[in-house]
């Protein structure tokens, strides 16, 4: 019998096994344990959503819906898939939620495959003004397989154009038009896509990826009284496990589901899907409406702060758990921003601001986000001493002894507020 069919050689632990991954998985405990988390679109998971995630579900094959399977002994796994939609209803107010797409992109993929025929017209944020790769960039499958219109932002503020979304949409005639961004940090009108989307006919979906948690939580406008479908990853400001999922009115669920499967994809993620359920238990407290709003509390005095120590901000702050610093007054490009914010131990990514003269390799911003630090407990105080580190460093690119004071400091704060230090075993 070959060893690993023992149930002494099955059990036992990762160390045991496997001390060369064991060893990497530490290590990144660390990185994240010692360091300050400042890209937008991650988060901290508790240890209940790890648990439903490293669990036997993982085992279990499930294709189709619950009570509609294709495979024997789900009944334990329909409970739990229906347990996660119907908390997921709860949170957002919607009629459906279908918890199957693995990711973010997946979903905004099952909406295409829904709604939309090869070749058909449809209508996102650009890539480099704050939009996502899923809405409409050649390189990805929705650029490549649609026929792409993409609306900008104004010069003037960096505010999405109403003027412009409505031209658009009454020039092109998409089937699909797709609010929702990546890199945006001001409250987006969801009515004027709905008013624009219903001048054309075309259908509206709003990509709350990032927003989500927030909108949850009551702390951003929920798109949900305008959209057709609301589409969202789960690992962002939700703080659940790595995931997407597709919301709507039952009018479009068949469709939906249809497309996620067998049109997308073969068996769902079960111990993900459990994973969600945790979360969204864990978002329908009152806690979480508390943690929404420090959120955007937290990313607004660090924007006030920055501003105040004389940097530029993207459209002069912020509505929600992110924004773009704007590097090109201090000589500084997005790219050495990100290198040196990482070398004292902050982590944030070069991003392009609003027509911006940089490459999108260089970029001549620095986007930010607030939700880790926050799971973490930290507050407005804190980030009056992040937005300290974040000027350091950035107008001390080279000095070596003045970086690494300030990493000094980065690890003395991340200390005062444990995260798996439990995890660590050293
Ligand atoms: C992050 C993001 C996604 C994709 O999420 P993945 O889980 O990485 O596939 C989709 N849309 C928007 C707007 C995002 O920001």
Redesign the pocket.
Known sequence: MAPSSTYESRTRNLHTVDPEVFSLIQKETERQEYGLEMIP?ENFVSEAVLEAMGSVLTNKYAEGQPGKRYYGGCHVVDEVENLASARACELFGVEFANMQPH????A?QAVFEAFLKPGDTIMGLRLDQGG?L??GSPVNFSGKHYKVVAYGVRTTDCLIDPDDVRSLAREHKPKLIIA???AYSRQIDWKVFREAADEVGAIFLA?I??YAGLVAGGAYASPVPYADLVTT?T??TMRGP?S?MVMGKLAHQKAINKAVFPGLQGGPHMHTIAAKAVMFKEALSPDFKLYAKQVVENARALSAELIKKGLKIVSDGTDSHLLVMDLRPINVTGKVGEAVLDAVGITGNKNTVPFDPQPPTICSGVRLGTPALTTRGMGVSEMAQVATFIVEALTNVGNESKLSAVRAGVEELSRRFPLYKHRLVK
Do not use: P, Y
């Not at 990711?103 to 997946?106: C, N, P």
């Open positions: 679109s990711s973010g992109v997946q905004n996502h899923s809405h929702g961004a990546s990509d990826a990032h990853t690992h962002k790595r997407g």
